[in-house]
């Protein structure tokens, strides 16, 4: 009773509370819930008027042939194979580039911090060009390879590596150095298994971000068996939109997956970005 | 003492040395993957250039011809409605479902997860979702918007609606990802301050507009630069929502997506492309910089 009164919460202020979050699960969700009736409908039920909510029977034959158009374990291959090259490289390239600008002193250091910070200010598009003539150059279009590459030199996560690094108390690199570790050694044995955290939000913030881009696979990947899935997708439109069933059912296995990843590891998703918010 | 000096610099240098060994393949990468292709892209800019090759040199050409189309201001016209549309929405929207979410009732995992879904989603897929919703004929949003008395409209065919169709599903996907770090900011916030305000006799309402937003500005401020620059580079929904070569297409069309259409779909226009890309660095430049002026000023007057 006393905890409520802390709260201020009226029965009626709840109950308005609950109208308000069912009303807006219901705009963020029912859309999801309606792809997913419609990938289940014959092509008749989609197109009938007045609007059908629930087919008669269960189409499950659209997933088997939106899947004969689309080769979607490639695409999912793809596109995880692209994370994975993402994700590792980045952990070597990026934290280890975090780790000098959190503990190491050179000369220049701060002219090349504000560098990277003025880089990270330009928008994408402004490279996409030249990217694009350079992997012509070095062959790496319609390459996986290709995809991942531009994505390894992330600015971003470099400041929030940093930022890890730097709520480790100092004292355990100099115990480390008193017993004559390397820096390397410091970096690799001492401090990155105390960053875990952040290398989790690091993997799970490029795992989005490979897995929503759209333009740069559009752009270095024409071939349909190098293509992500997003890409993949893409090209649903325009070839089959006629036949919205089928279509529904290739976005059901698209974003299926991640929901249930998303679901079950969603304090790691959610911590991850928050961090996305925590520059500035 | 002279030698204890050597000593001490030989291990600055040591340091110094590694560090730059450390620093080195992210820097290299930079220079390959940005800092050239931003010099080489500027250059292009100043080239009438093809798919292949590097084309010729046209001095200020780009820039003129750019003032002189109607789809390029037709385009930076759509984006700046996109960000004035949309930026105020989803930082209002974001806040005030966050607020209801931060509540302590029952089942708010449940409607934490089912918010934020659309967060997480490829922005192809809610693409061809939407798209379907959006539907003339067979589409649900007509069919709500019929049953509630309005008439059926053509979302993604009609050079009027078009632009409110992609700040419709824009403003969704992106209220869901800010919905959760607003929400973190808002837990981020000491609960003794409620705890004292609600002892002296403060309501809800007084909470929320005398505690949780004055404390959550820098998280505003922060998601307003942000979106601003999210929206600003708009292009996967117009891209997949709106069937191109049609004028819905042109109407609805950002920066971005002219960009894209003239670097990489037209077979001449590639170094116009660039300067598209251009203009847009320049205006989400002068933007964030603005953003920053105000920050500082404000937190001088606040002091």
Redesign the interface.
Known sequence: MKRN?????SPL??VL??V??IF??F???G??V??FL?SIKTYEE??R???KFLPDVAQWNNYATISAKLNFPRLYLNTILVTIMAVLGQL???T??A???AR????G?NV?FLG?LA?M??????????????MVKLGLTNTLVGLA??N??N?FG?FLMRQFFSTIPRELDEAARIDGC???RI?WNVLLPLVKPGLTTLAILTM?ST??D??WP??NNSDASKMT???G??M???EH?TY?EQ??A??VI??LP??VL??IF?KQ???S??H??I?? | MKQKSTHFNRLKRYEAGTAYLFVLPMLAGLLIFSIIPFVQNILYSFRKMGTFGEGTFVGLKNYRDLLQDETFWLALKNTFFYAIVGVPLVIILSIFFANLLNKNIRGRTIYRTLLYIPAITMPAAISILWRWILNYQYGIFNYFMEKLGLPRVSWLGDVKFVRWAIILVLVWSMVSYYTIIMLAAMQGIDRSYYEAARIDGATNRQLFFKITLPLLGPMIFFSMIMVTIGILQIFDFIYLMVDRDTLPYTYSMSLVTYFYECAFNKSSMRGYGAAISVVLAVIIMIITIIQMVVKKYWIKTEE
Do not use: D
Not at chain 1, 5 to 9: A, I, K, M, S, V
């Open positions: 009164r802390l709260q201020g919460e202020s709840r509370n609950h308000l979050l807006a699960s705009l963020a969700f859309p999801f309606w792809m419609t989609t197109i008027i007045p609007l070597l390239i990026v280890l580039c780790y000098a600008f190491l002193r050179f000369p250091k090349i990277m880089l200010m330009i928008p994408g598009q402004i490279f996409t060009i030249p990217r694009f003539k350079l590459l531009p390894l030199f600015i470099m390397s820096f390397f970096y989005l897995w929503k759209l333009m559009l752009i899935l997003a890409a997708l893409a649903l439109i325009g939109t919205y279509v529904m290739g976005g698209a974003v991640l929901i998303f679901v969603q998703f959610v911590e970005i928050a996305s918010g520059k500035g």
